[in-house]
């Protein structure tokens, strides 16, 4: 068993059972720090998959802001002063069933899939360069658009909240 | 052992399967928004994962990268929407919103 | 100036009248000056055609232009032939004559409607209606077909019912031009007739090809008698918009109308296009249609003159007067002068439109008062007024020195060389009559209206002089009756540059056995040997045989000393009767009192058509109204019970079986759609779930 292996299952195991918590637990502000935990996961993922800037990203963006946000709002919509900030659910039963079902049906198409990979697979590189490359040279036109995106977010999020 | 192709898939879609299951039957709007985190954390995998044994790796990664903007952008404006419900109806549960208005 | 530049003019001179029309009658509820645009058009109209009468005339005298573009192709037809029907305009001496002297009457008319028709609240539509007949009137003088001239004739029919019901609050101006309109329809009926006759002979409207063919030896259904048939049935139209017997009824109902448009209409120009159509036929007519016409003439030149000798509305009488100078023209053509009865034509438009303005005049001055019993003494209150009618009385009676005296003398003379030639004498006879009962009551209505005592005082003192607008036009008139217009000879108009450069007769087209006998050329021994292949059209530039050229010069003299003594003697008993008071009218009326009152009846004529034809017309009337309520009502109303028992029948199997269908069905999905309900819950969520399991059940299908 190699470290590349090994960091392949832990990772896995981290995302998959605070990815439980996430969707199970009861107390919403659980459910937002078993998230954070798996988007470390999942950043560690990024990294074994070469991506190391995405990785970075991730974290960045994901744990720094998105999270953040995410906690924000759990305690602006809840009242503080309640001990537990607890949440309900419903249609448990036929849910899981359903979606047993079709985790299941995914992971057996998956297995059975034969995909097609390369021969042998390069070792990656920093892969900075080649990303910004691409962002300035295919995608440039996407690229101004996000750019415009995020503003016109930004502004009718603050807008939208402001009401 | 090695790791291939698919353990990423399978873990990316186990990861998708909670992330749906975290939609379908949580309440709360903010629980809600978290579902759709990790579903989009799952496709992220994908990218990834796809783009790195095809040896394309930048062009998984861009795509990944645009993927992770347009999730900051959705979920700034969900949760402003999310506040904006709170404040109308003193209540994010997503069952007992059924209306456009007040 | 070339053909090109003629056309154009023709044509704009043809369209600007309809231009003036529609401007005038779209703008003219908005702007009440709008009036001054349609006199200003009629002006420049005028203009161009003094312009094209010159033109024409001095360097263009025998030439002629024609112009035209295929309107309907229908190519070759089975069973007929080929058909194309053209528009066309065509323009000759005669068309440019006729031509000025429309745009001269209509820019007069229009001149004196100014002050004439002031105050009037339709004042603007008036121009507008005039506008419309200047243009339908133009289109019949260009026009080079039957079609177009069928076109345009009922044109000016439209517009002469318009302008005669003008004031239609008067029952009795909206019932003279309802009169008016259906008469004409009579004869017009007759001219479809003719039209459709040359039509399916000669697949063409156009008059020179039909001219061709008949030269060609082609007649209708190959016989004489038909080709008879189709030129009378042409006249027939004449007869209606001439006012000619047994059709001249709606005339003396027509001056209803305002007077500058009996002037217009009704005296110079329309029922002028009645002689103008036959003079465009004239060609085809032959010898026995032209001798119905002659018949015709005669008739319709003797009774109108013998109603108006004792008619005492002043329109009236010239309404008769009318209708017996227009028998006069159509008597000229049946004897063949076609020349002459063109000359009429033109001079009697004048002095007529003249005489018509002139009443006109007076009708102002008297504050609407035509009764010529209320007038008298009037030739100081009107001086100018007086002059000109006198000038045109003089003109209309066949005095020398007037150009009335020129016409009227050539008819009388070339009536009188057919009656030598022909043995017909009672042209003559009649037409030296009617000369003696023109100058008699034309006489009679200027001494009672202006000379003598005023017979109504009030009326006299409140007499007033026109303004210059509509005296103006009356003495243009009068001075266009004076005989140097056309001739330098004031005794002979035959060396006139009218008659012998600009009228030229057209030569017969029809077979030389149907012909008068002076209208075929005798062959002399050397022409037929020498000129074989010139001979055809010799015959066709000689219209009158050499026979007839000598009798007209023999017929000349005595026929103009004739028709002078019995001027003479018809004035001279006017002004024995009601200047000298000789004779008193009264008893010699009572002596005679039967004749009187047939002529003061203008001979019953109205009485008898009431009588016969509108009687008989009610008569089918009532029993078509009979038939329709009884026997087409019943098959309708029986019918309708019929459709009501089957509609009984089928709204049964509607509300049973079709409703009982839609029911169920609707209970049906009543039922379906409680049992899906369950699945819509409104929440995302749920559907997500339902999507979740679609997708699987899709993967198990396709994988």
């Not at chain 2, 879609?13 to 709360?28: A, D, E, H, Q």
């Not at chain 3, 002469?160 to 019932?175: P, Q, T």
Request: glycine letters at 8%; hydrophobic letters at 55%; aromatic letters at 14%.
């Amino acid at each position: 068993m190699t470290y590349y292996t090994f960091a392949f299952y832990a990772f896995a195991a981290i995302i998959l059972l605070s990815a439980y918590a996430v969707v199970t637990s009861k107390n919403v502000i659980y459910s937002a720090f078993s998230l954070m935990l798996t988007f470390f996961g999942v950043a560690g993922f990024y990294a074994l998959l070469g991506a190391d800037f995405i990785a970075i990203v991730q974290l960045i963006v994901y744990v720094g802001g998105i999270l953040t946000l995410m906690l924000f709002g759990v305690m602006l919509t809840n009242k503080i002063t309640e001990t537990e900030i607890k949440t309900g659910v419903f249609q448990v039963l036929p849910a899981s069933i359903i979606i047993g079902m079709f985790s299941g049906v995914l992971i057996a198409s998956i297995s059975n899939n034969r995909w097609t990979v390369a021969e042998k697979l390069n070792n990656p590189q920093n892969s900075l360069v080649g990303i910004g490359s691409i962002l300035m040279n295919e995608y440039i036109l996407i690229f101004e658009l996000l750019g415009v995106l995020l503003l016109i977010a930004l502004i009718g999020a603050a807008s939208i909240a402001r009401k | 052992m090695n790791i291939t192709l698919n353990h990423f898939l399978i873990v990316s879609s186990l990861l998708f399967s909670f992330g749906l299951y975290g939609i379908v039957t949580r309440k709360n709007a903010v629980m809600v928004l978290m579902g759709i985190e990790l579903i989009l954390n799952a496709a992220n995998i994908n990218f990834l994962a796809f783009s790195r044994y095809s040896n394309s790796i930048d062009f998984g990664q861009v795509a990944a990268l645009f993927v992770i903007i347009l999730a900051a952008a959705e979920s700034a404006i969900a949760l402003a929407i999310v506040l904006n419900i709170y404040k109308t109806f003193v209540n994010i549960n997503v069952d007992e919103i059924d209306k456009l208005r007040e | 100036m070339n053909d090109i530049s003629f056309i154009q003019a023709a044509l704009a001179v043809l369209f600007l009248p309809l231009f003036g029309f529609t401007v005038t009658l779209f703008f003219g509820k908005r702007f009440s000056k709008m009036y001054l645009f349609e006199v200003a058009i009629i002006s420049i109209a005028l203009a161009i055609s003094i312009y094209l009468l010159f033109m024409k005339l001095v360097y263009f005298t025998d030439a002629k232009f024609v112009a035209q573009i295929p309107w309907i192709n229908m190519g070759d037809m089975p069973g007929f032939g080929k058909m194309v029907i053209d528009l066309g305009i065509m323009i000759d001496n005669v068309t440019v004559i006729m031509l000025f002297v429309v745009c001269l009457i209509s820019a007069l008319v229009h001149y004196f409607s100014i002050a004439y028709m002031k105050g009037d609240k339709r004042y603007n539509r008036y121009f507008a209606y005039l506008g419309i007949f200047t243009f339908s009137m133009l289109g019949i003088v260009f026009a080079h077909n039957m079609l177009m001239i069928y076109i345009f004739w009922e044109l000016v029919g439209l517009s002469s019912y318009l302008l005669i019901g003008f004031w239609y609050e008067k029952k009795s101006a909206s019932d003279a031009s309802k009169k008016a309109f259906l008469v004409n329809r009579v004869g017009d009926i007759g001219m479809l007739a003719g039209i459709l006759l040359l039509f399916t002979t000669y697949h063409t409207f156009t008059f020179d090809v039909i001219f061709e063919q008949i030269k060609a030896g082609q007649l209708p259904f190959n016989s004489g008698f038909w080709m008879t048939v189709t030129g009378i049935l042409l006249f027939c139209g004449a007869i209606g918009k001439s006012a000619q017997f047994p059709l001249h009824v709606w005339l003396p109902d027509a001056m209803e109308g305002p007077t500058p448009v009996s002037a217009l209409i009704h005296a110079a120009t329309m029922v002028a296009a009645g002689v103008y159509l036959t003079l465009r036929i004239f060609p085809l007519l032959t010898g026995d249609a032209l001798l119905f016409i002659a018949i015709i003439g005669a008739l319709s030149a003797f009774i109108p003159a013998t109603i108006a000798l004792t008619q005492n509305d002043i329109k009236k009488v010239l309404a008769y007067s009318t209708i017996s100078q227009l028998g006069y023209m159509t008597m000229a053509i049946g004897v063949g002068a076609y020349s002459y009865a063109f000359f009429h034509l033109v001079t009697h438009a004048f002095f007529k439109a003249g005489l018509f303005l002139g009443s006109g005049s007076v009708i102002h001055a008297m504050h609407h008062e035509q009764d010529i019993q209320q007038m008298g003494g009037l030739k100081n209150k009107l001086p100018i007024t007086y002059y000109t009618i006198l000038m045109y009385s003089l003109a209309i009676s066949g005095i020398p020195l007037t150009s009335g005296f020129l016409s009227k003398d050539g008819i009388l003379a070339s009536a009188y060389a057919f009656g030598g030639l022909t043995g017909h004498q009672i042209f003559a006879y009649t037409g030296f009559l009617v000369a003696l009962m023109t100058a008699f009551y034309m006489f009679r209505l200027v001494f009672l209206t202006f000379h003598g005592e005023p017979r109504n005082q009030h009326k006299y003192d409140h007499a007033h002089e026109s303004p210059a607008l509509m005296t103006a036009p009356l003495i243009t008139l009068a001075i266009l009756s004076v005989f140097a217009f056309y001739t330098a000879n004031p005794f002979d108009a035959g060396k006139g540059w009218v008659m012998s450069s600009w009228i030229k007769t057209p030569g017969s087209v029809v077979p030389e056995v149907l012909r008068y006998p002076f209208m075929v050329e005798k062959k002399t021994e050397s022409a037929e040997n020498a000129h074989e292949a010139a001979i055809p059209e010799q015959q066709v530039n000689i219209v009158h045989s050499e026979e007839y050229t000598e009798a007209m010069h023999h017929a000349h003299l005595p026929a103009m000393l004739l028709s002078l003594l019995v001027a003479l003697a018809g004035i001279g008993t006017a002004y024995l009767f009601y200047m000298k008071k000789v004779v008193d009218v009264d008893k010699l009326t009572s002596k005679i009192k039967p004749l009187y009152l047939f002529s003061l009846n203008k001979w019953y004529f109205d009485e008898l058509y009431a009588a016969t034809f509108v009687a008989f017309t009610m008569g089918v009337s009532k029993v078509l109204a009979w038939f329709d309520s009884y026997i087409v009502d019943g098959i309708v109303n029986g019918s309708a019970s019929i459709t009501k028992y089957l509609s009984n029948a089928s709204n049964l199997f509607d509300k049973y079986v079709v409703d009982g269908l839609v029911n169920f069905m609707a209970i049906f999905s009543g039922f379906l759609g409680i049992f899906v309900r369950k699945f819509q819950t409104g929440k995302v969520q749920t559907y997500i779930v339902m999507v979740a399991f679609s997708l699987i059940v899709l993967l198990f299908i396709f994988i």
